[in-house]
């Protein structure tokens, strides 16, 4: 396969992935979970769980974490555990529906960003593919979500949207010997260890419960619906979007990680039953149109020097 087109497949794995995290984490969460405590729990067994194919990866060649130390900080403080701290902030004060509209509006900005920076106007077809996709975000998540509401929530998503934007970019940065699955390990123990610290000091409530939770009609112990997010919707999700982005370029791989809103309304629908409306499905086809309208970037890495570990954030209340 060529290398764009090993890229898209790991980006739409990666928004597949991420979008198991609400459908799973919603049991928790109503067994008297806290959100910090749920993507805290998340990250760090996610990081763990990777860190064997990191070390395996690495082959000794320590380094690559002093080389590649800043999209490390980068991935893990602001893209995991600021992205977390922000979102989790503006949802205590406007409605979940408008924290996910204004944050993943993530594309949206590197569009404007690249214009800033270039000072030269986006190319049609990228201002196209942002009408489409932004117009099916707001169907699928819902236009309710369009309201008048707390101004320092809405501040608090945008800032979770910059996050989202930092972790397209430092995922689409040239490696320099950082395998994707390295960046990903450590990065979320790095953002899972911050988390953790933020509640330790009472910066975010900490709570968590053990026992059993229901589950696709069936009552499980706890550590199963975060097992399964910790897998999928971290693990895979983060590893086969770092090793997207490289290849697509932080602008199309942001465009295509929409899909999880899509993903994550068809899981809900599966899991606790939460039907898709017409509207919905529209909203789909629209963000679909939108990712085919945005051309690729250049790749970050040439094809030939990136790592090969392509094996390796609607109901998302934990978003990415």
């Known amino acids: 396969m060529k290398p764009q087109s090993t890229g898209l497949a790991a980006a739409v794995i990666s928004a597949a992935s991420f979008g198991t995290s ?3 984490i919603k049991p928790l969460l109503e067994a008297g979970w806290s959100p910090a405590a749920a993507v805290t729990a998340r990250a760090l067994t996610a990081g763990l769980l990777l860190l064997p194919f990191v070390l395996l990866f690495l082959r000794g060649d320590w380094g690559a974490l002093w080389r590649g130390r800043w999209r490390l900080f980068g991935m893990g403080i602001i893209a995991v555990a600021f ?5 989790f902030a503006a949802i205590s004060r406007v409605p979940v529906s408008t924290a996910l509209l204004v944050e993943y509006l993530a594309p949206l900005l590197l569009v404007l960003w690249t214009w800033v920076v270039t000072r030269h106007l ?3 077809a990228v201002l196209l593919g942002s009408v489409l996709a932004i117009g099916g975000l707001v169907l699928v998540i819902g236009p309710g979500a369009l309201q008048a509401v707390d101004p320092l929530g809405l501040a608090l998503a945008f800032a979770a949207a910059v996050g989202c934007a930092v972790y397209f970019v430092v995922a689409a940065r040239p490696a320099d010997g950082l395998p994707p ?11 899972g260890v911050v988390l953790g610290l933020s509640g330790l000091v009472g910066a975010v409530p ?5 026992g059993e939770v229901p589950l696709l009609g069936a009552i499980v112990p706890w550590w199963v619906p975060l097992g399964v997010v910790a897998v999928f919707g971290t693990a895979i ?17 942001s465009f295509v990680g929409l899909l999880e809103v899509v993903f994550a309304s068809i899981l ?9 409306s017409p509207l919905q499905m529209l909203g789909g086809a629209l963000i679909l149109a939108g990712i085919a309208a945005v051309p690729a970037e250049q790749p970050a890495v040439a094809p030939a020097s990136a790592p090969a570990v392509a094996d390796d954030e609607a109901q998302p209340l934990i978003a990415h």
């Open 83 to 87: 992205t977390q701290l922000t979102y």
């Open 181 to 191: 699955v390295a960046l990903a390990g450590v990065g979320l123990l790095l953002g």
């Open 237 to 253: 999700a983060y590893a086969s979007g770092i090793f997207g982005s490289g290849r697509l370029g932080s602008r199309l791989a």
């Open 206 to 210: 900490m709570t968590a419960t053990s």
């Open 22 to 24: 609400g459908a799973f």
């Open 122 to 124: 986006p190319r049609p």
């Open 268 to 276: 809900a629908w599966i899991v606790v039953g939460e039907r898709l």
